[in-house]
């Protein structure tokens, strides 16, 4: 069964811009929640989506948003980008949402790099 | 505001020895605590506790939560080098908004 799947795997943006990731889950599972990680702040949980709905959010400002299609596949958008939005953005797919299960598989990642 | 503090920061034994590592949160709502072991990028889950003085166990690892005194703990007893790794704690607040707060996370090296 394949794992979770990011893309892409690097990205370089200048301040101001916007981006758009891309997250698919194991096949079968359909929640997916989204994380920053950076060295200082380190992981942080930014959204949970199930079956299309976002289920959970955490403290993030609204220049953070996501989606998640019929397949599952979930995208994150970052708009206005900051030099602090410079991190590793992970995604984790479970079958049932995250709060009821015990296993959530994490992706490689996404290293954002903001100019 | 949520937190939690996970110590120590790193941490350097030989292989073969024991270690322990804590994590104490404060968390309004609580409702359970997770365990995660990242080595490159993406965290492996390890355990999630949810009751006190319940201890669960997956080969060397074990970990067990005190809900009163808010802390958790993380053993890994006759260590190996593959146990190297940065071990990340999260709570999981309430049932309205389930949102995880991690830690900093104990960077642990084994030496051979």
């Known amino acids: 069964k394949a794992g979770v799947t990011q893309t892409p795997r690097y990205l370089i943006k200048t301040r101001g811009q916007q981006v758009t990731l891309s997250c698919s889950p194991i096949s079968g599972h359909r929640s997916v929640s989204w994380y920053q990680q950076t060295p200082g702040q380190g992981l942080q949980f930014l959204f949970e989506?199930?079956?299309?709905?976002?289920?959970n959010k955490g403290n993030f400002p609204g220049r953070f948003s996501g989606r998640q299609f019929s397949n599952s596949r979930s995208e994150m958008n970052v708009s206005t980008l900051e030099l602090g939005d410079s991190a590793l953005y992970l995604c984790?797919?479970?079958?049932?949402?995250?709060?009821?299960?015990?296993?959530?598989?994490f992706g490689p990642g996404t290293r954002l790099t903001v100019l | 505001e949520d937190k939690v503090v996970q110590s120590p920061l790193s941490l350097v034994v030989h292989e073969g020895d024991t270690v322990t590592l804590n994590c104490s949160y404060e968390v309004t709502n609580f409702r359970s605590l997770l365990w995660y072991k990242q080595e490159k990028k993406a965290p492996t889950f390890l355990f999630m506790l949810?009751?006190?003085?319940i201890e669960k166990k997956s080969g060397r690892l074990s970990s067990i939560l005190d809900k009163k005194e808010l802390f958790s703990i993380l053993n890994i007893t006759a260590t190996q080098t593959g146990d190297s790794a940065i071990y990340l704690c999260a709570v999981e607040a309430n049932f309205g908004n389930e949102k995880l707060t991690f830690g900093t996370g104990t960077r642990l090296t084994i030496i051979p």
């Open positions: 949810t009751s006190s003085g």
């Open positions: 984790a797919s479970s079958y049932f949402v995250r709060s009821s299960t015990d296993t959530q598989y």
């Open positions: 989506y199930f079956s299309e709905t976002q289920r």
